[in-house]
Nanobody, 119 residues
Framework: QVQLVESGGGLVQAGDSLRLSCAAS????????VAWFRQAPGKEREFVAVIGWTSGYTAYADSVKGRFTISRDNAKNAVDLQMNSLKPEDTAVYYC????????????WGQGTQVTVSS
């Protein structure tokens, strides 16, 4: 079973920055898509950003474009999400997810890390 572990969440003020990390245990991300999703209270889970590990392709939700940056760290076999200019509406549990590139569904999920942005 692929294990994904998120870290880096916390409580910050609007305008601050956080850096989240998604690490895989016993698995290489090579050939996989690795994405971040988030879910706020009372709302559905939504896509945030994705990176193709091998290709380097990245894509972002419009709500975070220009503020968030997703990147890969080959040495650590991890995917990071740098979040700048945080807004209260960014408050959510952030989940890391992964799938083999070309698959329809994200099958592997981490436990999530809480990000809270105060106004």
């Amino acid at each position: 079973q692929v294990q994904l572990v998120e870290s880096g969440g916390g409580l910050v003020q609007a305008g601050d920055s956080l850096r989240l990390s998604c690490a895989a245990s016993g698995h290489t991300f090579r050939g996989w898509d690795v994405a971040w999703f988030r879910q706020a209270p009372g709302k559905e889970r939504e896509f945030v950003a994705v990176i193709g590990w091998t290709s380097g392709y990245t894509a972002y939700a419009d709500s975070v474009k220009g503020r968030f940056t997703i990147s890969r760290d080959n040495a650590k076999n991890a995917v990071d999400l740098q979040m700048n200019s945080l807004k209260p509406e960014d408050t959510a549990v952030y989940y890391c997810s992964a799938r083999p590139s070309g698959d329809y569904e994200y099958k592997y999920w981490g436990q999530g890390t809480q990000v809270t942005v105060s106004s």
